[in-house]
């Protein structure tokens, strides 16, 4: 049982902090789809910042920098060029790949996974089982709760839904919908470096091209899944954990009765069904909604 618990925290840890980037970001009014490359920025930055300071703190501070202007260069594409958010996301997560293959190209000479010779502290034998697990994973729990109290219990919060939700009526009484979105996407930038470094020097301690493998649009549905709330979208990420998990336990215990590509295919399958889940409830909330209306009436 330990074992599945362990895995899922280890799965879902990186997919959480993703997912919280991409709720504040939807809470400022930008459904960020640049997920995926910010989260594979991350992860790079901090393999090779290891390499190249021997300090997994200056690795990570590197990360965080570089994933926060990239954040930035979002916010500029979007706000100041006023480009489609989609169509800018998808392209800061094509930046974040071929850039990533390309750092790692110009900086060793080669495309092969690149390895750290240590990664982000775990927690000790004091924990037990869970001494295993990464200082990242314990701090998680904390974030998300932080993550709330910022947005549903602050004054920063509700004028960042505010100007998401609302902008002009924002803009009336004060608030900078521009500037809201930057300090967002900023936050979010930080949580995805946070996420990519977790994923890269959590437990694997490497970096390989394409290694996130979707995980920033998983982080992207779980937002969606989670009605772009804190807690909603943390329990949908650990729902997509949670069936990877399972789905690596039934490789083990099933062998070759079950194909493999199946098994590795069941979080996109469980991340299809959230989105559809999420749509139809949505639907039949609202057809419940308006039929209360018209009875009023």
Known sequence: MN???????????????????????????????????????????????????????????????????????????IDRLKANPIIAGLGLTGLGVGGTALAVQSIFGSQASVTAPFGIPK??????????????????????????VLLRRTRFGLRLAACGEHPFAARSVGANPSRMRLVALAIGGALCAIGGAELAAGSLQFFAQGMTAG?????????????????????????????????????????????????????????????????????GAKAASSFAELRDQ
């Open 123 to 148: 927690l000790g034998p004091t924990f037990g089982a869970y001494g295993v697990l990464s200082i990242a994973v314990a701090a998680m729990p904390f974030v998300v709760f932080g993550m709330w």
């Open 215 to 283: 995980r920033g649009f998983m982080a992207f549905a779980a937002v969606i899944f989670g009605a772009s709330h804190p807690v909603g979208a943390t329990f949908a990420a650990l729902f997509f954990a949670v069936v990877g998990a399972l789905g690596i336990r039934a490789q083990l215990m099933f062998g070759d009765k079950i194909p493999h590509d199946l098994l590795q295919a069941l979080p996109y399958l469980a991340t299809v069904f959230g989105v559809w889940l999420s749509g139809k409830l949505r639907g």
């Open 3 to 77: 074992e599945i618990i362990i895995a899922i925290l280890r799965s879902g840890t990186p997919l959480i902090y993703v997912t919280l980037a991409g709720v504040i970001a939807q809470r400022a009014g930008v459904w960020n789809l640049g997920l995926e490359g910010l989260m594979i920025i991350g992860a790079c930055a901090t393999i090779v910042g290891i390499i190249l300071t021997n300090s997994i703190l200056a690795a990570m501070l590197i990360a965080i920098l570089i994933c926060v202007l990239a954040s930035v260069l979002l916010w500029f594409v």
